[in-house]
């Protein structure tokens, strides 16, 4: 069982910033993809953005390119996502994910993530 630690989160204005952090137990996969599902009230959940641990290729819905950023931090199995210029439209709950990669791709669907963390809201006010 892989155990995902999330970090940060909380209620900034629009424009504003914020960073979220994933600590995992373990890397479990050979192409071991770690990332970010949101999900509103009522909403499906979506993808958001993900990285392949270790190589290092990251993945961004198109709502969030050029706004947020995703890393990591081998040593610490860490996973970052920073977020720039947040809109109201950011606000969700914000869930770190673990899943086993496709062809040496991450692939930003709910239903392939193994393990979930708890999720950490992020409010944005206009």
């Known amino acids: 069982q892989v155990q995902l630690v999330e970090s940060g989160g909380g209620s900034v204005q629009a424009g504003g910033s914020l960073r979220l952090s994933c600590a995992a137990s373990?890397?479990?996969?050979?192409?071991?993809?770690m990332g970010w599902f949101r999900q509103d009230p009522g909403k499906e959940r979506e993808g958001v953005a993900a990285?392949?641990?270790?190589?290092?290729?990251?993945y961004y819905a198109d709502s969030v390119k050029g706004r947020f950023t995703i890393s990591q931090d081998n040593a610490k199995n860490t996973v970052y996502l920073q977020m720039n210029s947040l809109k109201p439209e950011d606000t969700a709950m914000y869930f770190c994910?673990?899943?086993?990669?496709?062809?040496?791709?991450?692939?930003?669907?709910?239903?392939?993530?193994?393990?979930w963390g708890q999720g950490t809201q992020v409010t944005v006010s206009s």
């Open positions: 994910a673990v899943w086993p990669g496709w062809f040496s791709y991450c692939i930003l669907e709910s239903s392939r993530v193994a393990y």
């Open positions: 373990e890397y479990r996969y050979s192409t071991n993809c």
């Open positions: 990285i392949i641990t270790g190589g290092g290729s990251t």
